[in-house]
């Protein structure tokens, strides 16, 4: 392809051969490039997660294209099909059921085989809910890391957050609405109350929603009121620069168990000195038996 910029109102061209990772609108249609458009509509054959939504923005934009489905269930099987098409020289394009394939779908194994194989692989950027999420919710942007999904049970969802708990970053999680009340208990425990937070739903669509606050108040505005609808992406600021020392945070929990309950005068100093739950309550018992 030529390294010159092309005109946003030059016709679309013929695709040289290679595999388009074509990013999609994460709600509204019209968060779709121009370029993108151009991409889809000349490609030889484009790759959908499923047909049925990708036919809805191909017939909101005019795009008549050859559809075909590559997901999970038949990746392994189609991919030495695609790379046979790929080296015969024809140009193929791939997209998500919103935002950049890649991103937490199969399509990284398409492209990883692709680029051993000796094919290009083109990235046509676009919307990016993670992104999108981490515009709206306000946390430091400078540095973040996306761990994708959080596991379902309980205790693989607290190791899974305690490997990332010291990141000196903005943590991005997608997350589900009937997990969501759970998962911001268990991150609450393992990372701390104190730690700002966001959820942010239904991104760039009619019932966009973000709600900001401590990772005790998610959680005890969740808890209360059940799960929001729709698709979430759940931030959760940098942990807290000041750092106690063993003796600051022992003389804090002497003095509050003075008048509290172990699991009060815990929960008290771990919301203090923003440090998971658990491990203060455990400091606690001891001080208490000893």
Do not use: C
């Given at each position: 392809m030529s390294g010159e910029p092309t005109s946003a109102t030059s016709p679309a061209q013929a695709?040289?051969?290679?595999l388009y990772i074509v990013a999609t609108p994460i709600g509204n249609l019209r968060d779709i490039s121009l370029r993108a458009i151009d991409t889809l509509r000349a490609a030889?054959?484009?790759?959908?997660?499923?047909?049925?939504?990708?036919?809805?923005?191909?017939?909101?934009?005019?795009?008549?294209?050859?559809?075909?489905?590559?997901?999970?269930?038949?990746?392994?099987?189609?991919?030495?099909?695609?790379?046979?098409?790929?080296?015969?020289?024809?140009?193929?394009?791939?997209?998500?059921?919103?935002?950049?394939?890649?991103?937490?779908?199969?399509?990284?194994?398409?492209?990883?085989?692709?680029?051993?194989?000796g094919i290009k692989v083109f990235p046509i950027p676009g919307a990016s809910a993670l992104l999108a999420g981490l515009v709206a919710s306000g946390l430091p942007s400078d540095r973040f890391m996306f761990c994708g999904?959080?596991?379902?049970?309980?205790?693989?969802?607290?190791?899974?957050?305690?490997?990332?708990?010291?990141?000196?970053?903005?943590?991005?999680?997608?997350?589900?609405?009937?997990?969501?009340?759970?998962?911001?208990?268990d991150l609450r425990e393992t990372l701390g109350g104190s730690r700002e937070a966001a959820v942010c739903r239904e991104l760039t669509k009619l019932f966009e929603e973000t709600r900001r606050g401590s990772l005790s108040d998610l959680a005890d505005h969740y808890a209360e009121h059940g799960g929001p609808k729709g698709e979430i992406v759940l931030l959760i600021g940098p942990p807290?620069?000041?750092?106690?020392?063993?003796?600051?945070?022992?003389?804090?929990?002497?003095?509050?168990?003075?008048?509290?309950?172990?699991?009060?005068?815990?929960?008290?100093?771990?919301?203090?000195?923003?440090?998971?739950?658990?491990?203060?309550?455990q400091k606690a018992l001891s001080l208490k038996d000893g």
């Open positions: 695709l040289d051969a290679g030889d054959e484009v790759l959908a997660e499923d047909t049925r939504v990708a036919r809805r923005l191909f017939d909101a934009h005019n795009i008549r294209a050859t559809l075909s489905p590559y997901h999970d269930h038949n990746g392994a099987k189609r991919r030495p099909e695609i790379l046979k098409q790929l080296s015969e020289g024809q140009a193929i394009a791939l997209i998500s059921d919103a935002g950049t394939p890649m991103v937490s779908d199969p399509g990284w194994k398409l492209s990883h085989d692709a680029l051993e194989a999904f959080l596991p379902s049970k309980s205790g693989a969802r607290r190791k899974a957050a305690a490997e990332v708990a010291q990141v000196p970053g903005t943590l991005v999680f997608y997350e589900t609405g009937p997990r969501l009340a759970d998962s911001l208990a807290s620069k000041q750092v106690a020392s063993e003796d600051t945070i022992e003389s804090a929990l002497v003095e509050a168990l003075k008048s509290q309950s172990v699991k009060q005068a815990a929960s008290e100093i771990a919301e203090l000195f923003d440090l998971p739950r658990r491990d203060v309550y």
